[in-house]
């Protein structure tokens, strides 16, 4: 198949801005995220001259049983495509949250090309070890990831066009596992994504499916504890949300009990207790590797000014870790703390739109972000800007580990950046960001508990 001019000019802008990036300068002519991207390898330090890619390690301790039929799932799927990618010359790729291929097939001689260039399996693609690639940064994407030649972080694979959609976890949205597709020398068809999306679909309704029969699992829990239990009690899902929280332990956590079972709500409910987040998912990992283990630790609750004791048991149902039931009833089992997770990782990226060109941010240059439909905007120390992400749930995903906080359905706030707490008639506040053109943001009603949290109010 001959490239046509219109496809040589656009690689042609794409190999320069490449060049001038990997020489330390600016970009701006290259899709958002592809230069988000971009920025994540050059903070891994990823070599842009790296001859292949490097052979994948062991297994990752503790991978749970949805990672591993998520895999088993995709690997069926991409053997069904195998005469599709035989016509396209092809390779299809099924690779784990790790990035590392567990499988290949489709074209055969493209297949030996991929096996020459590590595109195989028993190597590691992830960002953080070989640079931008479809299988890499489908991992940070929620939909198909394009990478089309020049786009790839080395130089080694500008001669591959590729495109990975990950399949997550319904709760904690974290990749169970890729599906990418791959060919040489040339664009990829423009049906590709749709493709993939068509693809993986049953097997994220499948994923979608184990997730509400686990939410019906712990909701089942939480009422057999409910009336056993004079105190507090609280359950929260794999990804350390609070689900369910009885009368008394509303006044303890500080959260509604609103029963948020939708495994993908427009809001997440943060706990009243900052720690209690981190000292459920350490709870959930031991329960993994130890089915009878049962701990406690003692958390600071900001409301009380006070400490208190909390026992967290690992709740399991079909056959894997779902969630932890909370209690205050005395320390039992394994006293712990909530390890944190010291894995280096590339600084978080935030891209707005600044006429023609893109502009990366750092969390602390924002001091709030503002949906307007699916648009977001962002308030920042370089003025007013359209975020490249689209939908605020999102970008509260991404910011709420930096600080941020969503104080209302259309409002997510930079709490570093707060002055002024006012209170209004609504039975919620109004916060003041250092902010020279906005005035006060509202915290709406339901908001008020966990934010006056976080707050130390």
């Avoid at 600016?26 to 490097?54: K, N, Q, T």
């Amino acid at each position: 198949m001959s490239t046509s001019s219109h496809d040589i000019a656009p690689q042609a802008v794409t190999s320069v801005e490449w060049e001038r990036f990997v020489t330390g300068h600016a970009a701006f002519r290259v899709r958002p995220e592809i230069l988000a991207s971009w920025y994540r390898c050059r903070d891994y330090g990823v070599d842009p001259y790296a001859p292949e890619a490097p052979a994948a390690g062991d297994d990752r301790p503790g991978r749970c049983l949805d990672e591993d039929i998520a895999l088993a799932e995709l690997a069926a799927v991409a053997r069904s495509l195998d005469p599709e990618a035989e016509s396209l010359e092809a390779i299809t790729a099924v690779a784990d949250a790790d990035g590392r291929i567990l499988f290949s097939g489709g074209s055969t001689r493209t297949l030996r090309r991929g096996r020459s260039d590590t595109l195989a399996p028993a190597f590691a693609w992830a960002e953080e070890t070989v640079g931008t690639n479809g299988i890499g940064l489908a991992l940070h994407s929620e939909d198909v990831a394009l990478v089309d030649r020049s786009e790839h972080w080395c130089a080694v694979f500008h001669d591959w066009s590729c495109a990975g959609l990950a399949v997550r976890d319904p709760v904690t949205h974290d990749p169970l596992g890729v599906l990418d597709i791959c060919v040489h020398g040339r664009a990829l068809p423009e049906s590709v994504p749709a493709a993939l999306r068509y693809a993986t679909r049953g097997i994220q309704a499948a994923a979608d499916d184990r997730a509400a029969a686990c939410r019906h699992d712990l909701a089942r829990v939480f009422t057999e504890h409910r009336r056993a239990h004079a105190g507090p009690v609280a359950v929260a899902d794999k990804a350390g949300r609070l689900l369910m929280v009885n009368d008394e332990g509303r006044h303890l956590f500080g959260t509604p009990n609103s029963a948020l079972l939708d495994p993908s709500p427009a809001e997440h409910v943060a706990p009243a207790i900052p720690q209690l987040t981190g000292v459920v998912l350490e709870a959930i990992g031991r329960g993994r590797h130890n089915r009878f283990w049962v701990g406690s630790a003692t958390v600071y609750v900001p409301a009380q000014r006070r400490q208190t004791e909390v026992t967290v048991h690992p709740i399991r149902a079909r056959a894997s870790v779902v969630g932890a039931l909370i209690t205050t009833d005395g320390a039992e089992g394994e006293r712990f703390d909530a390890v944190h997770d010291n894995r280096e990782s590339a600084p978080e990226r935030i891209l707005g739109v600044h006429e023609n060109c893109v502009v990366v941010l750092s969390p602390r240059e924002i001091r709030f972000a503002e949906a307007d439909g699916n648009t977001v905007w962002l308030d920042t120390d370089r003025g007013r800007l359209p975020a490249c992400e689209r939908g605020l749930a999102r970008l509260q995903r991404r910011l709420e580990e930096h600080g941020f906080a969503r104080v209302h359905r259309k409002f997510l706030v930079n709490l570093e950046r707060v002055q002024e707490i006012a209170p209004n008639y609504h039975g919620g506040f109004w916060l003041r960001v250092d902010s020279p053109r906005h005035g006060l943001i509202p915290v709406s009603r339901r908001h008020v508990p966990e934010v006056r949290a976080l707050l130390g109010l």
